[in-house]
């Protein structure tokens, strides 16, 4: 390589300066140092993506660095995590400046957005794969997690509508919509529910991200939480373009089981709904009956999360 | 896939229970947590191999396992710190049961070794590349730096000798030597140098592991300190296999610019010297001069950092 991984790194992804300060040194040395204030925990979380297998080859570069990072906010966000820093390991096939220009700064612009540093990666060549670690802090004892969810707890998503990042793949593949342009953005670029996992994680008894879609995602918090759960289909919101493709289709499985929405589903216990500071639709109730039950056009049914993965 | 991403994650890497009281929660939920002792820091770093560039195709995957997590627990040696979890970023082009099992061995064996916990990690399907988060716990303001070194200051490398690793790549490369095990087991699986870190993190004044030889990793201290230093190679400590080599092949730049030894470099002031607890050879003397000398048969010869680069 023309330029040496050290010298790459330092070009495209560093600043001169930190700016949170629980980050203590970053790239440059064999280790960055990171200070957790007294009375926090850290949480962290890694992903990785693969051209061709989690995005597009050619996808734009830009887009591609926001969603690598707003991936791995959204589980920060599952835990109530204040995010602080990243690192990325940044596998290349060759140096591209243009491309590393433009995945630096989508990459980048999303770093800043939240305060975050970039304080260590590695840079390797080989076939494209982009792995991010996103860490966070959270008061002790107060993260969010999958396996504390009790009967009776209501079932609440972020956003406004379950579907969309699915149906933006769709529209990607060549299904010809007249909304395009909002669920192509939710495709494309993700925006982290890092504000509302901080806000809900003093009342919610159980969050995780929706990456699979949430017949797959809230079967995580069933089976570790020893809970089962109905949901209300009729109360999931859908973007009028997730209404529409459903109308055409009859597809009304896609809110479901399509990945990539990085919504929040939580649970409340009912004592602590009027606590909820953000907007979010309640969409199901906890049950003590295992297993994952909905509810369509007033009749229930049982559907397992097998049959759930098979679509996804 | 057949198994499921979790599934597999969960069947090779992780054990029910976690053993270092500083994590405080494993893979399973959207994050680790981890919680660092008062009056500590955390040190972290990411090392990515890939297939094809950091080691051949159908490399032997128990020693692959081994030498991912030692290169990284090598640079918490640099640092001093005491390692305690670590996450790995796993993409692979199939399942395959026997390289799984054989690399999770391999891994694993290390980090049962050093009462570590893989906390988290992500498995994805493609081209074989393999990245590893490694963090360590080091007292506050005790981190061994890169950019600490002074005038005057004695340097020292670990180990029985420089270039081993570079002539065990040169016999898998088709050199015929005598003595080809340990300069092979040294290539193949390095020993990080974790608890000659932590000894001399209290007298040492700035450390780096050689993962790129010392000519090229020494640099770095000088750079960041900016000071010079003359290397006595006479001193250099040399196998009997790589002696030999030397003799036979002239090639005495080898255990200068030859990478993953991951042995430490590092800098102790003249009144500290006599605080040494760990097996260390004397190698060279931290001048004021910028750049780096080195002296052999009682010749000093300037060569700067680029003329190194260019062997490695």
Redo the contacts between chains.
């Keep these: 390589m023309a330029i040496?991984e050290f010298g790459l790194i330092q070009r495209y992804f560093t600043s001169a300066e930190l700016i949170n300060p629980v980050n203590?040194?970053g790239v440059?040395?064999?280790?960055?140092?990171?200070?957790?204030p007294?009375g926090y925990?850290?949480?962290?979380?890694?992903?990785?993506?693969?051209?061709?297998?989690?995005f597009f080859a050619g996808a734009n570069p830009e887009q591609l660095g926001k969603k690598l990072l707003a991936v791995n906010l959204s589980?920060?966000a599952?835990?109530g995590?204040t995010p602080v820093s990243v690192?990325?390991?940044l596998?290349i096939p060759e140096i591209n400046e243009d491309w590393l220009k433009s995945f630096s700064t989508g990459f980048l612009n999303l770093v800043k957005s939240y305060s975050l540093d970039l304080?260590?990666?590695?840079t390797?060549?080989?076939?494209l794969?982009l792995?991010v670690?996103a860490m966070?802090i959270?008061p002790?004892g107060q993260?969010l997690?999958?396996?504390t969810a009790k009967t009776g707890d209501l079932i609440f998503v972020t956003g406004q509508g379950l579907g969309d990042s699915g149906l933006g793949l769709k529209i990607e593949q060549g299904y010809q919509s007249e909304n395009a342009d909002a669920v192509l953005q939710k495709f494309h670029t993700p925006e982290p529910r890092v504000n509302e996992g901080i806000k809900i994680r003093e009342y919610a008894s159980s969050?995780?991200?929706l990456s699979d879609g949430i017949a797959s995602d809230l079967s995580h918090i069933l089976k570790?939480s020893s809970v089962g759960a109905v949901l209300d289909w009729d109360k999931v919101p859908l973007s009028k373009a997730v209404s529409d493709y459903i109308d055409k289709t009859d597809d009304w499985l896609l809110p479901l089981s399509a990945g990539e929405d990085y919504e929040l589903c939580f649970t409340v216990a009912p004592e602590n709904v009027s606590s909820i500071n953000i907007e979010c639709t309640q969409v199901g109730v906890i049950e003590s009956r295992a297993g994952l039950r909905f509810q369509r056009l007033g009749v229930t049914k049982e559907l397992g999360v097998k049959g759930f993965?098979h679509f996804s």
């Excluded at 304080?119 to 590695?122: M, T």
């Excluded at 390797?124 to 076939?127: C, D, E, I, N, Y």
């Design positions: 040496s203590r040194l440059g040395d064999d280790c960055a140092l990171m200070s957790i007294d925990e850290l949480a962290l979380t890694v992903d990785t993506m693969v051209e061709g297998v989690h589980d920060l599952a835990m995590a690192t990325l390991a596998t304080i260590g990666g590695d390797t060549k080989g076939p794969t792995s670690q966070g959270v002790k993260a997690r999958r396996s969050c995780i991200d570790q993965e």
